[in-house]
């Protein structure tokens, strides 16, 4: 499997990192180079195997579902680029 | 700073002809005098004397910690409160978090004196802390007759420099693949990986969240078994983290290694790998069966597959935690023309090229049509190389293995080629995935002339064995040899 510079752009996208137009071949070629080292699995026989999903056996804890903190907007928003009265501010995203 | 350990501070302090203000103030000029190595991204001098003060204080009213005016480097990926925390990342620009990582919080607790946060390999991606933003961090150590800068290892390459070099007693570091046991064996000095969940991850800047733990880096075994008794314990607000005591790990010190089983894995060799290594892995193999302990050879069959399993895993967990850059809520913003432009420049121009890389590969790997075949695949493959080690544990108490298939390599020797770095955790790197412990122990050094570890991998929360088997090794392999201080004729 090799990804071509379209799939490249498409997934730079979807990571929302932007990419410019000439670096996308030398990207395509590095990402191709770790999908080649990694294509190594293919050789496993996974069949009946469950997939990992906590390597030490253990139950999830439970907690009640009440309000333990809040009121912080100030802490919370002061190492924003970009901050008003206990909001963060983004570009426009309404017409 | 040369003399001490951990281990004689705490018994000077305790006696009394030593102050902790008198400690600090010898490491902070040490620190000073280290620059030339850029081991630090910031240095908190001052409220490393405040932490002193009250630290001898608290001696004089009885209350004196684990830790008590121990100075202490302390990796940038941990959040320390008012404190700059970069992650060695440009995208965590002006970062002071307001609250304190459990870790920290616990050496704090425990009496810890911060000298300040050490560098690290950009997200501790890296294995020679060359991808940090505020550049690579030097070893302390060159090769014999040459004076070529060589790199500390990584991630946790400023935490290895800083306790080499010798201005700080410890160091925190941070292993998702082995960057802590990685640059503890560049370096001649001993890390340790505890169980995963052992240490709490909570604000700690995560990276692959199911793989990463933090640990200390000592001169001493014996060091590091006091600094992980104070970083570890159950913590509430992570949800990994496990409720079971933390033992005293220096009380295993100095036990007999009589009636351990220490398991020789045969799969732990690689293609052109030097032969001082495999010379060093059977001299370790002797000084245990000389200590009493019984060799067994062992197969962990899944090895090979371990760094190609951690290559998907690792960037996918990594892509989904680092989506929270996002250039609104904290460090850099890049103005674009709209949101969306906002966030893709931020990322472009805040993350390095590693770090995008990897958010690449992840978020690949992830992707609709893909997730099956790389994702899935990879836990699944992780499951064998658990099952061979549960398998392999049915028969011995703890393994030995080489830390490194190398010993350190010069700065910008390997940073053409993504893959190549990759193959240098070749043996740590299946031990983060099965959740185990890990430790390196300096052995000795190549015919460089730089030091050479082993790698102890011991049961899930059976650190206490690393330790006693790891100290077995430290006393045969009597390792003494220290670096040359060319870092302050540097200055």
Known sequence: ?95 | MDGFTIAGARDRLTKGDLSARELTQTAIKAMEAARPLNAMITETADKALDMADAADARRKSGEAGLLNGIPLAIKDLFCTEGVLTTAASHILDGFHPPYESTVTANLWKAGAVMLGKANLDEFAMGSSNETSFYGPVKSPWRRRDDNAGLVPGGSSGGSAAAVASGFALGATGTDTGGSIRQPAGFTGIVGIKPTYGRCSRWGIVAFASSLDQAGPMTRTVRDAAIMLRAMAGFDAKDSTSVEAPVPDYEAALGQSLKGLRIGIPKEYRVDNMPAEIETLWQQGIAWLRDAGAEIVDITLPHTKYALPTYYIVAPAEASSNLARYDGVRFGLRVPGKDLTDTYERTRAEGFGAEVRRRIMVGTYVLSAGYYDAYYLKAQKVRTLILRDFEEAFGKVDAILTPTAPSTAFAVGAKTNDPVEMYLNDVFTVPVNLAGLPGMSVPAGLGSDGLPLGLQLIGKAFDESTLFRVGEAIERAANFTARPEKWWEAAR
């Open chain 1, 1 to 95: 499997m090799s990804l071509d510079n379209a799939t490249v752009a498409k997934i730079a996208r979807l990571a929302r990192l932007r990419i410019d137009e000439a670096a996308l071949a030398p990207m395509a070629k590095e990402l191709n180079g770790i999908l080649d080292f990694v294509a190594q699995l293919e050789q496993v026989d996974v069949t009946g195997v469950a997939p990992m999903t906590s390597t030490v056996a253990m139950k999830l804890r439970w907690r009640a579902d009440e309000v333990t903190d809040g009121g912080n907007a100030e802490k919370v928003t002061q190492n924003a680029p970009n901050a008003e009265s206990g909001f963060f501010t983004v570009p426009k995203v309404i017409e």
